[in-house]
């Protein structure tokens, strides 16, 4: 395993540091897509601009393998007056998690302008206690851009227009305890993972049982994203995605979680029957847990009317959709399951 731990930090970093909100993901895509064929595999472009990378197995039947390359972020709502950017939200977070935030607003002819997300009054020498205590709304939230602008016009002669994406920096850090710190590692380390994972299948020159379908999906987190890609070949999904650590929660940054149930309801038994027993065998270090408020890939897929079996594991990924962070043992236990899973 030691051949793919420094390597899925290395394709960690790098997307990471490419932003991929839902609906603009082409250049994550673009990396992966080149990765996976450095790599020997097959791939393709969905027109929705998925990716899919395509192992054959011993048998025509196929197993989907999934994770979301794209993330939380927003989008410009409305240009004030007064030449800030109102936003709204790509993905569920709270405002709090993104007040003070450095960003990117990409415009239609390319362009990339720097700002800083705001709370509108943050100043407490103009405010008071307004800053202190008043909640963070998409009404009073805004950009403050990094150019000398004092009105609409301004900001518009700048190329900036309503429906522009906004991109969080993702402050990645990686360090020598073996945390990864970032925004985005829902779901970046799970790419990150499934890179490793076809990298050491390769190298190993595994030839698995079932057909492997590598699905790179690029709207999960709006909700729909692996809908509608079983085939009626396609027998299984497992999507792998951050498992969420907090109190009353088993899962934990170094281990990989099997999510028994989430707002989509149970997983499917015979699958996480399976993926225990592996665990078991090849003594990887596991939990199970349920969670609250989550949703995956696997249960978009079958949502969108897939008659299929579905399992969600995944690393646990510390403050989910604010300042996360990971550690390679909890990708490198993942990685050991999924590779099981796949021989
Ligand atoms: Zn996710």
Redesign the pocket.
């Known amino acids: 395993m030691e051949q793919i731990t420094n390597y899925m930090i290395e394709k960690l970093v790098e997307i990471l540091n490419i932003p991929s909100p839902s609906g603009d993901t082409e250049k994550g895509i673009a990396v992966c897509k080149k990765e996976f064929e450095r790599l020997g595999l097959k791939t393709k472009i969905t027109p929705k601009g998925a990716l899919k990378a395509i192992l054959p197995g011993k048998k025509k039947k196929s197993k989907i393998i999934a994770a ?1 390359i794209d993330t939380l972020g927003g989008m410009v709502k409305e240009i004030t007056p007064n030449g800030y950017l109102k936003l709204t939200q790509i993905g569920g977070y709270s405002w709090n998690s993104v007040d003070g935030e450095y960003c990117t607003v990409s415009t239609m002819d390319g362009k990339m302008i720097r700002g800083t997300i705001l709370f509108e009054r943050s100043s407490v020498h103009n405010y008071g206690d307004s800053p202190k205590t008043e909640k963070r709304t998409e009404d009073n939230m805004i950009v403050r851009l990094d150019e000398l602008v004092q009105n609409l016009e301004d900001v518009k002669n700048l190329g900036i227009n309503v429906g522009d994406f906004i991109y969080f920096d993702p402050r990645v850090e990686v360090t020598s305890s073996g945390f990864i710190k970032s925004r985005h590692l ?2 970046k380390a799970g790419v990150a993972i499934i890179l490793g994972v076809c990298k050491y299948i390769m190298e190993n020159k595994i030839v698995p049982e079932y057909t492997l379908e590598f699905f790179i999906s690029n709207y ?2 709006v909700g729909h994203g692996a809908s509608g890609i079983a085939t009626s070949l396609t027998e299984e999904i497992l999507a792998i ?2 498992a969420s650590p907090g109190i009353g929660q088993t899962s934990k940054e170094n281990k990989v979680t099997i999510c028994a149930k989430d707002s989509s309801g149970p997983y499917d038994l015979n699958m996480k029957k399976c993926l225990i027993n592996l665990c078991c065998e090849k003594k990887i270090d596991y939990v199970i847990d349920i969670y609250k408020y989550y949703g995956s890939d696997a249960s978009a897929l079958l949502r969108g009317g897939a008659q299929i079996k579905h399992a969600l594991i995944g690393p646990g990924v510390d403050a989910s959709h604010s300042y996360e962070r990971t550690h390679i043992d909890g990708m490198l236990n993942t990685a050991k399951l999924v590779i099981e899973y796949c021989k």
């Open positions: 979301h829902d779901n999960e987190e995605d951050m």
